[in-house]
């Protein structure tokens, strides 16, 4: 069983950075891919991010709205995926929540490609 703890939610103006963190337990990160989705009040859950290891398309995914903004990354030793959001936007407020599953040789970019989740921290911009 995988456990996921995000941190570093917050509030902000717009414009501002913001660096998210998830911390993984139950399995090392090298067994998992990773990623980073949000929901927006009144609005689906919706792709963010995510991270592989041996996708045939590259290790990074992103969604069109947050590219070159938002840059995901691991650190192995700590088994923590970060995300690290800058020029936030007042639309990019959401909860973010961190998610995995077991690592393909394929991108994952949909919510039901995860098995597990994160319970989710807060990002609030304003204009």
């Known amino acids: 069983q995988v456990q996921l703890v995000e941190s570093g939610g917050g509030s902000v103006q717009a414009g501002d950075s913001l660096r998210l963190a998830c911390a993984a337990t139950?399995?090392?990160?090298?067994?998992?891919?990773m990623g980073w989705f949000r929901q927006a009040p009144g609005k689906e859950r919706e792709f963010v991010a995510a991270?592989?290891?041996?996708?045939?398309?590259?290790?990074?995914a992103y969604a069109d709205s947050v590219k070159g903004r938002f840059f995901i990354s691991r650190d192995i030793a700590k088994n923590t995926v970060y995300l690290q959001m800058n020029g936030l936007k007042p639309e990019d407020t959401a909860v973010y929540y961190c998610?995995?599953?077991?690592?393909?040789?394929?991108?994952?970019?949909?919510?039901?490609?995860?098995?597990?989740w994160g319970r989710g921290t807060q990002v609030a911009v304003s204009s």
């Open positions: 998610a995995a599953a077991s690592r393909s040789s394929a991108a994952r970019t949909k919510s039901d490609e995860f098995d597990y």
């Open positions: 991270i592989g290891w041996s996708w045939s398309d590259g290790s990074t």
């Open positions: 139950g399995r090392a990160s090298w067994t998992l891919d």
